[in-house]
């Protein structure tokens, strides 16, 4: 399962706020990193609940994944020194405790969209443990499922991803007035695509608090 915290609209603040963070020579880099490291630890105190209760074996109130860690870049250069590892291993409180790096980017050549868990090599042998991935960006989604494949391969027990933004463009299809329609609830933390999802029919207005809400109805 892939959980999105938002939209990231084309050219709009979630949008520019990822483009921000990895570039070292923006001068609102420092900004845009203080920004998603509060997105992400807020939505993970939340939400990681919701989550762990959709994928995990029932085992109890307050499970949680074992161990958490990030998709490494699509490019190997930005792969060294990727600051989405710094977010997550030392910024964000919620998840540093239990971050480690298990995957690193192959030789590969990484065909976009394409699923292939080949082009991530796990730094270890797991043993079961549950994972939770965070990647920064979901446009397929082939890059969170190919290293979800590629833990499961090394031992994984069950993977599950939350992705920072998901990328839409407004100009395609019904996304514009999709995209008016619950800008104009406004951005909800406590509510997430698990929590706040109506399973049969399309979410009451009320319900349509998060951005990322409409994933579950949309798609």
Not at 4 to 33: M, N, T
Not at 113 to 141: C, F, H, K, N, Q
Not at 163 to 186: F, K, M, P, S, Y
């Amino acid at each position: 399962m892939i959980v999105p915290i938002s939209y990231s609209v084309g050219g709009e603040w979630l949008h520019r706020l990822i483009i921000s963070y990895k570039r070292d020579a923006d001068r609102f880099v420092q900004d845009a990193l203080a920004a998603i490291t509060t997105l992400l630890d807020q939505f993970i105190s939340r939400h990681e609940c919701c989550l762990a209760a959709a994928v995990l074996p029932a085992t109890g109130v307050g499970r949680s994944f074992d161990l958490i860690t990030t998709v490494p870049s699509a490019d190997p250069l930005r792969d060294l020194h990727h600051p989405l590892r710094g977010i997550v291993g030392s910024a964000c409180p919620t998840t540093r405790d239990r971050y480690e790096r298990l995957l690193f980017r192959s030789d590969s050549v990484a065909i976009p969209r394409v699923y292939d868990p080949a082009r991530y090599v796990p730094a270890r042998r797991l043993d079961g443990e549950d994972v939770l991935l965070i990647d920064d960006m979901w446009t397929s989604g082939a890059s969170a499922e190919s290293a979800a494949g590629a833990l499961i391969a090394a031992g994984a027990g069950t993977v599950a991803a939350i992705v920072i933004a998901r990328h839409l463009n407004r100009h395609w299809h019904d996304n514009d007035a999709q995209i008016t329609r619950l800008a104009e609830a406004g951005f909800n933390p406590d509510r997430c695509v698990i929590c706040s999802r109506d399973r049969h029919s399309e979410p009451p207005r009320e319900q349509r608090q998060s951005l990322a809400s409409a994933l579950q109805w949309q798609t």
